[in-house]
Nanobody
Framework: QVQLVESGGGLVQAGGSLTLSCTAS????????VGWFRQAPGEEREFVAA????????DYADVVKGRFTLSRDNYSKTAYLQMNNLKSEDTAVYYC???????????????WGQGTQVTVSS
């Protein structure tokens, strides 16, 4: 079992940057792929990015390609979502998730964090 805690959200101006962290407080983080999802008010949850347990595979939603970078440090049990050139439409609650296998943009991750709010002001 894995317990995930997101951090790093906040308020930023359009064009700015934020780095979100997803830390596993419990479990063998190195054995799990990590995905990031987001949900804006009144919208369905959508896939943002994913990284395999070994960092060999990554996947990004088209709307964030070239702006967001997902990386991980298995020693510190943390995955990092670097978000650059943020836009107002990136405003959402961001969730990280973990899964034993590589499922990329599927929503069927086994474990989920509580989420962190990102607000981009225009």
């Amino acid at each position: 079992q894995v317990q995930l805690v997101e951090s790093g959200g906040g308020l930023v101006q359009a064009g700015g940057s934020l780095t979100l962290s997803c830390t596993a407080s419990k479990g063998a983080f190195r054995n799990y792929a990590v995905g990031w999802f987001r949900q804006a008010p009144g919208e369905e949850r959508e896939f943002v990015a994913a990284i395999s347990f070994s960092s060999v595979n990554t996947d990004y939603a088209d709307v964030v390609k070239g702006r967001f970078t997902l990386s991980r440090d298995n020693y510190s049990k943390t995955a990092y979502l670097q978000m650059n050139n943020l836009k107002s439409e990136d405003t959402a609650v961001y969730y990280c998730a973990a899964n034993k296998g590589w499922i990329a943009d599927s929503h069927d991750y086994d474990y989920w964090g509580q989420g962190t709010q990102v607000t981009v002001s225009s």
